[in-house]
C-alpha cells in the first residue's frame, strides 16, 4: 500500500489546460506502475492514462489520446496528468492509483487510491 494524494483540479473553461498531481508518501513508486481515472457525475470510474516504471510505457483512453500526457518523476515520487483542450465531458473527480502490474487500465489492478481532486470544465 502507498498514500497518494492528488492536487491541481480546479474550474477550467473549454479549450483550457490542468496540470494535476499526485505525490506518494510511505513508499517509493519507482517500481509500480501509475494510472489516472475518472469519475464522471453520475456515472462509473472510468480508466484515463497508464504509465509503467521501467521501460517507460505509456497507455491512453481513446477520449483522451492526443490530449492528455501521463509522465512520472520517480525523484519527486509524483506523477503527473498534463490536460490540453479540456471539453465539458472532461469533467469528473481525477483519482491517481498505484499498481504492481507492469501497466494495466484496470480499477481491480490498481491497490492504492489517492482521495480524488475535481476538475470541472465549463462551456
Known amino acids: 500500500q502507498v498514500q497518494l494524494v492528488e492536487s491541481g483540479g480546479g474550474l477550467v473553461q473549454a479549450g483550457g489546460s490542468l496540470r494535476v498531481s499526485c505525490t506518494a508518501s510511505t513508499r517509493r513508486i519507482s517500481t509500480l506502475s501509475m494510472g489516472w481515472f475518472r469519475q464522471p457525475p453520475g456515472k462509473e470510474r472510468e480508466f484515463v492514462a497508464a504509465?509503467?516504471?521501467?521501460?517507460?510505457?505509456?497507455r491512453y483512453a481513446d477520449s483522451v489520446k492526443g490530449r492528455f500526457t501521463i509522465s512520472r518523476d520517480n525523484a519527486k515520487n509524483t506523477v503527473y496528468l498534463q490536460m490540453n483542450s479540456l471539453k465539458p465531458e472532461d469533467t469528473a473527480v481525477y483519482y491517481c492509483?498505484?499498481?504492481?502490474?507492469?501497466?494495466?487500465?484496470?480499477?481491480?489492478?490498481?491497490?492504492?487510491w489517492g482521495q480524488g481532486t475535481q476538475v470541472t470544465v465549463s462551456s
Open positions: 492509483a498505484a499498481s504492481v502490474s507492469l501497466i494495466s487500465n484496470k480499477v481491480p489492478d490498481f491497490g492504492s
Open positions: 504509465i509503467s516504471w521501467s521501460p517507460t510505457i505509456t
